[in-house]
């Protein structure tokens, strides 16, 4: 699993884990030790996380509460830039032949992606926002 976290002028670096993200596992490593300080080094920062189960764990409501938070539908996961990233990543993503080689790719193409492609779809958002009402919290053409 990869974990990163996207900026209008930067992003986080990317988290390479492999074992099972469990809720507690999230908060003391993802939460913690990167969110919030990327956070804390964005005025204005508005986080944003999707529903997934380690998100959504009793054990990690009280982190979001110290910083402002974008509430997310349950069933639209278009509305967050950062799954159009990881798509773009995807869609560039070379066959590897191995779990350490597919790593080192994820790395480079995450490092490589043009902070204008982040940009676009960060500005984006309103129009995403707006669609996103439209469907009533559903899915979207975005």
């Not at 492999?18 to 809720?23: A, C, H, M, S, V």
Request: hydrophobic share 40%; with cysteine; proline share 6%.
């Amino acid at each position: 699993m990869v974990w990163g976290a996207i900026a209008y002028d930067s992003r986080s670096t990317l988290i390479v884990m492999r074992r099972t993200l469990t809720g507690q596992h999230y908060v003391d490593v993802i939460l913690r030790l990167h969110v919030g300080p990327f956070l804390n080094g964005l005025q204005g920062a508005i986080f944003q996380q999707d529903n997934a189960r380690p998100h959504t764990k009793r054990v990690d409501q009280d982190f979001p509460r110290h910083f402002q938070t974008l509430s997310w539908p349950a069933g639209s996961p278009d509305l967050s830039p950062v799954e159009q990233v990881w798509d773009q990543l995807k869609r560039q993503m070379s066959s590897c032949h191995s779990v350490h080689d597919l790593e080192l790719a994820v790395q480079d193409l995450w490092a490589h992606l043009p902070q204008d492609n982040i940009r676009c779809l960060i500005n984006s958002m309103p129009d995403r926002v707006v669609a996103c009402i439209a469907a009533g919290g559903g899915p979207t053409n975005y």
